[in-house]
């Protein structure tokens, strides 16, 4: 629970190809619109808090988990362009889980999810609200890219978006190593 270190992440040197690819992409698309879902205290582990800061005309960052949202209004307390909601994905209330070791950055409505990594979670009850109802009433129904890590869901929150409502973003980026349908995705 005790910060050892800290470093800053560059794509180029840690992230996978879609890492780059994005990073590329943002680079080449500075003025652009998009939502960040999952995006912990913002200060590590994004590879693209550069952007969030500084770079994008107007983000909405989503983070579920009550310590790492606080950290998250800190970090980006004097950022204009950037919308900050705390609150889980799915609509209703729900049931979510948090790694209690680590700091509490691990997190999701998935159980099953973090046991694979954590023993030590915690449940707690949930307001939350859907996507498609988290991207209008932020005014983000026309966004540019959208970038979701939420530990093992990460499909259903795509295929939950309703293109009628929402334009279809030019980027998707999500976590494909946790246990998602890619098949549906990829249709």
């Known amino acids: 629970g005790i910060e050892i270190g800290r470093t800053k992440w560059n794509s180029i ?3 996978a190809q879609s890492d780059i690819a994005f990073d590329l992409w943002c ?3 500075l003025n652009s619109k998009g939502v960040a879902i999952g995006v912990n205290d913002g200060s590590s582990g994004e590879w693209v808090s ?4 500084n770079f994008f005309s107007k983000v909405l ?3 579920a988990s009550f310590n790492p949202f606080s950290k998250l209004q800190k970090e980006y307390k004097n950022n204009k362009n950037a919308t900050l909601v ?3 994905p799915n609509g209703g209330k729900i049931k979510f889980y948090e790694a209690l070791e680590g700091g509490g950055f691990t997190n999701s409505v ?3 999810h973090l046991l694979k990594y954590y023993s030590n979670i915690q449940e707690v009850e949930k ?3 859907g996507i498609n109802e988290l991207l209008l009433s932020n005014g983000f129904d026309d966004l540019d890219w959208l970038h979701i890590d939420v530990e ?3 499909d259903k929150l795509i295929l939950a978006l309703d293109f009628n409502k929402i334009k279809k973003p030019k980027v998707i980026i999500y976590e494909k190593v946790n246990n998602i349908n890619s098949e549906a995705l990829e249709k």
Do not use: F
Request: overall charge negative; hydrophobic content about 30%.
């Open 152 to 154: 093992g869901i990460d």
């Open 110 to 112: 998935n159980k099953d």
């Open 13 to 15: 040197e840690h992230g």
């Open 127 to 129: 307001d939350s609200i």
């Open 61 to 63: 960052l989503v983070e």
């Open 86 to 88: 705390n609150i889980t």
């Open 27 to 29: 680079a080449s698309n």
């Open 50 to 53: 550069l952007y969030h800061r």
